[in-house]
C-alpha cells in the first residue's frame, strides 16, 4: 500500500529531524516526497471532480423503468459515493502527512536555532568573563613610567588577585543567571 509505506518512511524521517543527536542528510529526499505528496493530492482533486460530475450525471439520467435497472443504478450511485469518500480519506490524508512533514522541519529548525543560541550565550559568557583580563592586562602593559601599583613588590599579586576575583565574579554570576548551565540534553 502506497500511503502506508509513505507514511512509514515519512514517520522515520519525522523521528531523525527531530533528534537533536543526530544530522539530518535526507533533504532532497523529503522535498521529493513533499513534491509527491503534492502531486497525489493534484490527482486526486481531478480524480474528485471526475466522480463529482459522475454522480451528478448519474443522478440526471431519466429513472429506470424496471427494478433491476433501478437497483442497479441506485449501486451505481452508491459505489460512485463510496469512490468519492475514498478519494476524500486519501486528500485528507495526504494533507495531514504533507503538515507533518512541515511541522518537523519546522521543529528541526526550531531545535537547531536553539542549540545555537545556547553556543552564542555560552561563548559571550566566556568572552566577558576573559574581557575584563584582558584589559587589567593591557593597562599593566602599557609603556608609561607612573602606573599604580607598576613598581610596588606586591603589585603584580593585586593584578593577579583582582583578575582572579573579576573572573570568578563573572563566572559566579553567569553561571546563576544559568548562561553557563549545561543544557538539558
Given at each position: 500500500?502506497?500511503?502506508?509505506?509513505?507514511?512509514?518512511?515519512l514517520?522515520?524521517?519525522?523521528?531523525?529531524?527531530?533528534?537533536?543527536?543526530?544530522?539530518f542528510?535526507?533533504?532532497?529526499?523529503?522535498l521529493?516526497?513533499?513534491?509527491?505528496?503534492?502531486?497525489?493530492d493534484?490527482?486526486?482533486?481531478?480524480?474528485?471532480?471526475?466522480m463529482q460530475?459522475?454522480?451528478e450525471?448519474?443522478?440526471?439520467?431519466?429513472?429506470?423503468?424496471s427494478?433491476?435497472?433501478?437497483?442497479?443504478h441506485?449501486?451505481?450511485?452508491?459505489?460512485?459515493?463510496d469512490?468519492?469518500?475514498?478519494?476524500?480519506r486519501?486528500?485528507?490524508?495526504?494533507?495531514?502527512?504533507?503538515?507533518?512533514?512541515?511541522?518537523a522541519?519546522?521543529?528541526?529548525?526550531n531545535?537547531?536555532?536553539?542549540?545555537?543560541?545556547?553556543?552564542?550565550?555560552?561563548?559571550?559568557?566566556?568572552?566577558?568573563?576573559?574581557?575584563p583580563?584582558?584589559?587589567?592586562?593591557?593597562?599593566?602593559?602599557?609603556?608609561?613610567?607612573?602606573?599604580?601599583?607598576l613598581?610596588?613588590?606586591?603589585?603584580?599579586?593585586?593584578?593577579?588577585?583582582?583578575m582572579l576575583?573579576?573572573?570568578?565574579t563573572?563566572?559566579?554570576?553567569?553561571?546563576?543567571?544559568?548562561?553557563l548551565?549545561?543544557?538539558?540534553?
Amino acid at each position: 500500500d502506497l500511503r502506508r509505506d509513505l507514511t512509514r518512511q515519512l514517520d522515520h524521517w519525522q523521528a531523525e529531524l527531530i533528534n537533536p543527536d543526530t544530522r539530518f542528510n535526507n533533504w532532497s529526499a523529503l522535498l521529493e516526497a513533499r513534491l509527491s505528496l503534492h502531486h497525489l493530492d493534484e490527482i486526486c482533486e481531478d480524480q474528485r471532480s471526475a466522480m463529482q460530475g459522475w454522480l451528478e450525471s448519474l443522478n440526471s439520467w431519466t429513472p429506470p423503468t424496471s427494478n433491476a435497472l433501478m437497483k442497479a443504478h441506485e449501486v451505481l450511485k452508491v459505489r460512485s459515493r463510496d469512490v468519492l469518500e475514498h478519494i476524500d480519506r486519501v486528500v485528507h490524508h495526504v494533507r495531514r502527512l504533507e503538515q507533518s512533514i512541515e511541522t518537523a522541519v519546522q521543529i528541526h529548525f526550531n531545535a537547531q536555532s536553539n542549540r545555537t543560541n545556547d553556543t552564542m550565550r555560552t561563548l559571550t559568557s566566556i568572552t566577558a568573563i576573559f574581557l575584563p583580563l584582558n584589559l587589567i592586562a593591557a593597562i599593566f602593559g602599557m609603556n608609561f613610567e607612573v602606573i599604580p601599583l607598576l613598581h610596588d613588590s606586591a603589585g603584580f599579586w593585586w593584578a593577579i588577585g583582582s583578575m582572579l576575583l573579576i573572573a570568578a565574579t563573572l563566572a559566579w554570576l553567569f553561571w546563576r543567571k544559568r548562561y553557563l548551565a549545561r543544557s538539558g540534553r
